[in-house]
Nanobody, 123 residues
Framework: VQLQAFGGGLVQAGDSLRLSCGFS????????GGWFRQAPGKGREFVAA?????????TYADSVKGRFTISKDNAKNMVFLQMNSLKPEDTAVYYC????????????????WGQGTLVTVSS
């Protein structure tokens, strides 16, 4: 099982960035995929989650609602995080993750983690 995140970089405040995460090694249709982030000196926090199933129910942290959009491509086993109107406080290492249970994912205890990708937003 492998989750691989990519797409981070250095952007200016107000810019947009799209993160991608590839999921491999198993069937993901019964899972929730999501994103977390960890800012310098802070703990890891939930960002967004999506149901791999047909419904594609999405959940967001309050801090990113209206600015970030999570989406998926079932055929390619990928989850994306479109980040718009980026702020310096969005600077963090972003991680993708997966779990069969939404509560476990959002609660920060998913079964699977990907490696992080750094997003830096300059003011």
């Amino acid at each position: 099982v492998q989750l691989q995140a990519f797409g981070g970089g250095l952007v200016q405040a107000g810019d947009s960035l799209r993160l991608s995460c590839g999921f491999s090694g198993r069937t993901w249709s019964d899972y929730y995929g999501g994103w977390f982030r960890q800012a310098p000196g802070k703990g890891r926090e939930f960002v967004a989650a999506i149901d791999w199933g047909d419904g594609g129910v999405k959940t967001y942290a309050d801090s990113v609602k209206g600015r970030f959009t999570i989406s998926k491509d079932n055929a390619k086993n990928m989850v994306f995080l479109q980040m718009n109107s980026l702020k310096p406080e969005d600077t963090a290492v972003y991680y993708c993750a997966a779990d069969m249970h939404e509560a476990s994912l959002i609660g920060g205890s998913p079964d699977y983690w990907g490696q992080g990708t750094l997003v830096t937003v300059s003011s």
